[in-house]
């Protein structure tokens, strides 16, 4: 492919690439996200490949493994366009009907579609289902339209237009002015104003200047920037070149975790197609702009995420952070300026130039501006990827595109932020979703970490889950953080095992208070946010954990017993099997008792039980009834009576 040398060479490669394809042309987009891919979307591709061939569809139909557009839960996901037909979970042997009914008769295999669990309708197309039709899409829209491994793909949806734009018609003033109007706030954590920080470095007057990609992505469930990254590399590598030419940086770094190889890969291949396209390297579209993109691949500790360490990391040394006295966008990278953005922050700039800030801005609160996207798991339906706009209120992500809490259960709270974020109850479900909105709550925005809890979590356990894997993921520099979160732990395990003392939560509330004043970085000074956000809305739990030796939600292991009722038995035998443990007495016709002694707290008895006789009882802060006399315990059968 020759290098792109004007903006008017890269319209007349766009306008080729659009003429050589037919937008009436059938094209199956399989989604292969590693969420896909685990659950075969590989096989559905191979599968695809080979019937083609078989029904001689070959010149008639085109394919695209595609990023993933979020909706793992009912993966393989595989949409056919232009109809935008989306079939769920399906599998290889879907396949032959698939391209038999939908491609050649132009029919709907109606199995393969979504069925409303609560309607019972079915949805033929991507935007009819209620995941996707409440969600507004700007960013991740683009993931299941484009092979991410082509250029081509994304040219073909106007990629690279923004940049055009801002080498050939604006200055770097301008082009600072519109992300200052479009008021992007970083999607990474602290919620930082984009244009701001980009001005701080432009302004600053060192000559060598960095952009870096912020790939970490540490929180446990989060997956957004890996999407992105797997799924539209160029559009991230777009803003930050688009970034470079803001600030008068000529050097880009990519910095993404190891554990992503299909990230590292796409966008490793986005940047050497880039290099090719003459997007990168010298001259870029005949502006005189110089800039180049190295990727370097993190060992991946959660530290490593916080700015400072990232760069610590980047230059080579331990990722350790260091105290912010100056701002890393003054002194940052090697000493000098250095603009650091997540990859969603990145993702947001070709929109925001080529679309204008007064559109960016129609969406949004008055301090939350654009869309956000979230990881959507834990205790809910619909698990995945959603794209929303900031301002819209927890109850619509949660029930109107999450489908609501499986199982008939009760919603608890929503943790959100990451595992220094915080946990949102019921009361708060109609809070509007922004940066300043949920620090109020007492959680954050964080990177956009979305956990689902119901009835059955344990508060103080959900507060101790989190610390734990701060204590873990601390670099241990700081005393605060490596002693404090050390200390906290502790005291929470004591209160989950029924260890807990009067005077512990005013323990764990100096403690909190003094990570939060003399922390180093954000990592200690955030920690202690799942420990208050849980007492500030579930101080009931853990008195009753302290107190009363009681966990509310009935789930820590060492405060609960399980119990079977004498009088719901009917000695079927089931739980007696299928105790692993051995620790159900009785036998046929003879009322189960748990053996205490014997028993692990599995949980195993309280599941089999039929629920017919739910007859196994779990109980918590009071003593396990004594068993029945062993003469008392023989069941007669009302047949047998006869
Ligand atoms: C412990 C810790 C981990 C972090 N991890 C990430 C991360 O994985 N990705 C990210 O973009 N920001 C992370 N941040 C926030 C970064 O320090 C920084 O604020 C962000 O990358 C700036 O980009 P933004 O303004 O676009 O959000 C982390 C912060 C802390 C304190
Ligand atoms: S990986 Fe396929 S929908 Fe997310």
New binding site residues.
């Given amino acids: 492919m020759p290098r792109v040398n004007s903006t008017d060479e890269l319209e007349k490669i766009r306008k080729e690439i659009l003429s050589r394809r037919d937008p009436n042309q059938p094209c199956i987009s399989i989604c292969a996200g590693a969420g896909c891919l685990a659950s075969g979307a590989s096989e559905v591709i191979a599968a695809f490949k080979e019937e083609i061939e078989k029904q001689g569809l070959k010149t008639d139909v085109n394919t695209k493994g595609t990023g993933c557009p979020g909706f793992c839960e009912r993966g393989p996901v595989v949409v056919i366009y232009p109809e935008e037909t989306c079939y769920l979970q399906v599998k290889p042997e879907d396949v032959p009907e698939i391209l038999s009914q939908t491609i050649k008769e132009k029919k709907v295999v109606n199995r393969l579609l979504y069925i409303d669990p609560t309607t019972g309708e079915k949805a033929t197309h991507e935007s009819d289902i209620p995941f996707y039709k409440n969600q507004v899409r700007n960013i991740i829209c683009n993931n299941s339209k484009i092979d991410s491994k082509s250029i081509d793909d994304y040219l073909a949806i106007d990629g690279y237009s923004a940049l055009a734009k801002v080498l050939t018609g604006m200055t770097p003033e301008e082009v600072l002015e519109e992300v200052k109007k479009s008021n992007l706030r970083?999607?990474?954590?602290?919620g930082?104003p984009?244009g701001r920080?980009w001005e701080g470095s432009r302004n600053a007057p060192e000559k060598i200047k960095y952009v870096i990609v912020?790939a970490?992505?540490?929180?446990p469930g989060a997956f957004m920037?890996r999407a992105l990254l797997e799924g539209n590399p160029h559009s991230i590598l777009e803003g930050l070149i688009i970034g470079g030419y803001a600030i008068g940086s000529q050097e880009g770094y990519i910095y993404v975790r190891q554990e992503y190889p299909l990230a590292v890969e796409n966008i490793t291949l986005a940047i050497q197609r880039a290099e090719e396209y003459g997007f990168l390297g010298k001259n870029i579209l005949g502006s005189g702009f110089d800039f180049t993109v190295k990727v370097h691949q993190g060992a991946g500790a959660?530290?490593c995420?916080?700015?400072t360490a990232l760069m610590t990391a980047l230059e080579g040394r331990a990722g350790e952070p260091r105290p912010k006295y100056i701002r890393s966008n003054i002194v940052g990278l090697w000493g000098r300026p250095s603009v650091?953005?997540?990859?969603e922050?990145w993702a947001n700039v070709p929109l925001i130039i080529n679309k204008g800030a007064d559109w960016f801005t129609q969406f949004g609160t008055e301090g939350s501006k654009g869309t956000k996207i979230f990881s959507l798991v834990g205790k809910i339906t619909n698990t995945g990827l959603v794209e929303v706009p900031m301002g819209i209120t927890l109850r619509d992500i949660i029930y109107k595109i999450g489908g609501g809490i499986p199982g008939g259960k009760k919603f608890k709270a929503v943790q959100t932020g990451g595992p220094s974020g915080g946990c949102i109850p019921e009361e708060l479900l109609d809070l509007q979703v922004g940066f300043d909105e949920l620090t109020q709550a007492g959680s954050m925005m964080g990177?956009g970490g979305m956990i689902v809890l119901d009835e059955d979590t344990c508060m103080v356990d959900v507060s101790r889950y989190f610390i734990n894997f701060l204590t873990d993921e601390s670099c241990g520099k700081c005393v605060p953080c490596r002693e404090g979160l050390r200390q906290m732990h502790k005291i929470l395990t004591n209160i989950t095992k029924g260890k807990g003392k009067e005077g512990d939560i005013a323990l764990l509330e100096e403690l909190s208070e003094t990570a939060i004043e003399a922390a180093l970085?954000?990592?200690g000074k955030?920690a202690p946010n799942p420990f208050l956000s849980t007492l500030r809305y579930f101080r009931d739990e853990y008195e009753a954990h302290i107190k009363e030796k009681r966990c509310p939600a009935l789930s820590c292991k060492e405060l609960i017993a399980y119990h079977i009722d004498p009088a719901k038995c009917q000695a079927c035998m089931i739980c007696l099997k299928k105790c692993p443990a051995e620790a159900i007495g009785g036998g046929k016709n003879k009322i189960h008792v748990v053996e205490q002694e014997k028993c692990t707290k599995c949980g195993t008895c309280f599941e089999v039980c039929p629920p017919r006789f739910a007859a196994v009882q779990k109980i918590s802060g009071e003593p396990v009834p004594s068993p029945i006399p062993e003469e008392e315990r023989i069941i007669i059968r009302k047949s047998k009576e006869k």
């Fill in positions: 970083g999607r990474g954590g602290g930082f984009a920080k912020n970490d992505e540490g929180d920037d959660f530290v995420g916080e700015s650091l953005n997540n990859v922050t990177s970085c954000a990592l955030s």
